[in-house]
């Protein structure tokens, strides 16, 4: 080791601790001849020591410049990188401290949106997908205060890179959002098949098809209240239950599609073989409630569909009792006292 007091303070701490010779020995200061005893005190140890310490004391200003300078350095990479909109960067305190304008993007804003959920607001779908590649699933999961996920959002807005992006990531898909509907509920509320497509897909096997509202519709009940065929295949295609029954009165989409009086509709339904007898919770099939509005194109439908005439609901009536002083309907519905499994039985003279 070098005598130089650089090499004396550059590990050391005190005086005495910073000399790298024991105290009682001698040492040569730089540009000068004769020793100096650092045990027998006088002038020249005094100025030895007081060297030492300057050195030590400037040392120890430019460590402190040094790590201020990294310091600062970092925290402009974090500020400009955060300026960019699409930085991934560890939360630090320190750093929130310093910049009160950097926001990590998955903090939240007034209305609980990060900056995710406003990239995708303000349809800036190529930030949204670098943030989708940057960030984790919990993030993406992250529901702003009215419950909706950046999946609920990306939908509803028909973002189809940023779903396929979502997904493709591992999005969440049966969160609801205040009003009870999942990314796939809002997909068919606004008819965007595309996006459901690609939920449906992406998803496969993770979605619970049964899954139902705040108004107890799942998704096959408001693909029928849409009258979106297409939507209705997919859905039936991907696992849903043609008898599935909706939360408040235990409605099939057979019984949403005779309440809405659309006879395509039910000829579409029929295609899938539900059970046409199927009741309500107060025990009315679709043709109680098709000879409730006298309809007898969709009585007509039912009965060639199989549809009991018989069953009686919670207050007693039939299909029959109910079409009593409607001609047209009765000529529908035949009394005969011999039925099998509730058809009538025709013979022959």
């Given at each position: 080791m070098s005598d130089s007091p650089w090499n004396v303070c550059r590990y050391q701490n005190t005086f005495h601790r910073l000399s790298p010779h024991p105290v009682g020995q001698t040492c040569h200061l730089p540009g000068q001849e004769e020793a100096i005893d650092l045990q027998g005190g006088g002038e020249c140890a005094l100025r030895f020591q007081a060297a030492v310490v300057s050195v030590?004391?400037?040392?120890?200003?430019?460590?402190?410049?040094?790590?201020?300078?990294?310091?600062r350095s970092y925290l402009c990479n974090q500020r400009?990188?955060?300026?960019?909109?699409?930085?991934q960067i560890p939360y630090s305190p320190w750093v929130m401290k310093e910049y009160p304008g950097y926001t990590p993007c998955?903090?939240?804003?007034?209305?609980?949106?990060?900056?995710?959920?406003?990239a995708i607001i303000h349809s800036m779908p190529d930030i949204a997908l670098y943030f989708?590649?940057?960030?984790?699933?919990?993030i993406l999961d992250i529901q702003n205060d009215l419950y909706q996920t950046a999946l609920h959002l990306a939908v509803y807005l028909d973002q189809r890179r940023v779903v396929e992006a979502l997904v493709f990531k591992g999005a969440n898909g049966e969160l609801q959002d205040r009003k009870g509907d999942t990314a796939l509920h809002v997909a068919c509320e606004n008819?965007?098949?595309?996006?459901?497509?690609i939920v449906l897909q992406g998803l496969r096997g993770q979605l619970n098809m049964h899954l139902q509202n705040w108004n107890g519709l799942s998704c096959i009940h408001v693909a029928t209240l849409k009258r979106d065929r297409a939507l209705i295949s997919l859905l039936m295609e991907s696992g849903a239950d043609i008898n599935d029954q909706?939360?408040?009165?235990?409605?099939?989409?057979?019984?949403?599609?005779?309440?809405?009086?659309?006879?395509?509709?039910?000829t579409e339904l029929l295609r899938y073989r539900p059970c046409v007898n199927a009741t309500m919770y107060n025990g009315c099939t679709p043709l109680h409630l098709a000879v409730g509005r006298k309809d007898s194109g969709l009585a007509r439908l039912l009965c060639q569909a199989?549809?009991?005439?018989?069953i009686r609901n919670r207050?007693?009536?039939?299909?029959?009792?109910?079409?009593?002083?409607?001609?047209?309907?009765?000529?529908?519905?035949?009394?005969?006292?011999?039925?099998i499994s509730g058809q009538p039985v025709v013979t022959s003279a």
């Open positions: 030590d004391c400037e040392f120890r200003r430019r460590r402190r410049r040094r790590r201020r300078g990294i310091r400009r990188a955060a300026m960019t909109l699409g930085s998955w903090r939240k804003e007034m209305d609980g949106d990060t900056l995710l959920h406003l989708t590649s940057l960030v984790t699933k919990d008819q965007h098949l595309e996006c459901a497509r909706e939360g408040t009165s235990g409605k099939t989409p057979l019984h949403l599609a005779v309440e809405i009086a659309d006879c395509s509709l039910v199989g549809a009991d005439t018989l207050e007693g009536d039939t299909p029959h009792d109910l079409a009593e002083g409607n001609n047209q309907l009765l000529a529908l519905l035949p009394f005969d006292d011999l039925k």
